[in-house]
């Protein structure tokens, strides 16, 4: 299907669910979905989409899941979701977004789930999530983010699930997680990182599962003071390895942490430079 009618969906006035995934459609009519006020889902996966039309989702002030993924989507146009405070899953991933306008979530105060996953994503700012209280799951992997607002996740203190793996990020802000005390998922792999930040722990319950493979890690007294600290649940852990002290060079971090360090241990200087 390549084209859809203004009235397509006239008569309909009961539709909750509508889906429109995998086809070639390029454009949508404004008024599609006026006659559809009652509609909770939407699906938009994999078309050909470059744009969707201001107002377009003004009538459906129901929808709970709004699907996205897959088109070719460069900006987002914050009317969009002026009206949708009872979306609770928004996925754009695999989209060409560029940037995430600083006011365009704020109405979505019910949001639960947000992927802007394989995106173009260079820069977040420090707004960027602000009114999202009851969000517990954010997916950025795949975009191109070198850095992070010390402040970013100070909006989400529900959070529970966050991907921020394949990225190009060269080191964390202090204290960045630290709103994050609900945190049990965090994925940081394949980024560029030397240094480890992580949330508070929060016992009792379980413990943190980390994905930090693929980093260049420094095996300092810092990093390993922390890992026996925090005690996380590694995930592909032969695959987290250090990358300098030379004498740790090539081992695997958790190997390093459990055995402890001699230099540590004895009072070695926790902020001593890298020995390369």
């Known amino acids: 299907m390549t084209t859809i009618s203004p009235n397509a969906l006239a008569g309909l006035p009961r539709l909750q669910e509508l889906h429109l995934s995998s086809n070639h459609l390029a454009v949508l009519p404004e008024a599609l979905l006026q006659p559809v006020p009652t509609l909770r889902i939407l699906d938009l996966t994999d078309n050909l989409l470059p744009d969707l039309p201001a ?5 459906s002030i129901h929808l709970r899941h709004l699907v996205l993924q897959g088109n070719l989507l460069q900006a987002l146009q914050p009317s969009w979701f002026v009206h949708l405070t009872q979306l609770r899953w928004l996925n754009l991933a695999s989209n060409a977004l560029l940037e995430v306008p600083p006011a365009a979530l704020r109405p979505l105060r019910s949001l639960r789930s947000l992927d802007l996953a394989h995106n173009r994503l260079q820069h977040l700012s420090a707004d960027t999530f602000v009114g999202l209280q009851m969000l ?17 996740f100070m909006p989400t203190p529900a959070l529970r699930l966050l991907f921020l793996q394949n990225n190009a990020l060269q080191v964390l802000p202090d204290g960045i ?3 994050l005390l609900h945190l049990r ?10 240094a ?19 980093n260049p890690w420094a095996c300092d007294c810092s990093l390993l003071a922390l890992l026996q600290d925090a005690a996380p649940q590694l995930i592909a852990a032969r695959a987290t390895r250090c990358a300098s002290p030379v004498q740790h060079r090539g081992q695997e971090v958790a190997a390093v942490s459990q055995a402890g360090d001699e230099g540590c241990q004895h009072g070695g200087d926790k902020r001593s430079p890298l020995d390369h």
């Not at 107002?55 to 009538?59: E, V």
């Not at 480890?196 to 693929?214: E, F, I, K, V």
């Open 55 to 59: 107002g377009i989702f003004h009538p």
């Open 185 to 194: 998922v965090l994925d940081l792999a394949h980024n560029h990182l030397q």
């Open 136 to 152: 517990e799951r954010l997916d950025l992997e795949g975009n191109q983010l070198r850095a992070l607002p010390p402040a970013l």
């Open 177 to 179: 997680f630290s709103p």
């Open 196 to 214: 480890l930040q992580l949330p508070p722990r929060s016992p009792p319950g379980p413990p943190l599962s980390l994905d930090m493979s693929g």
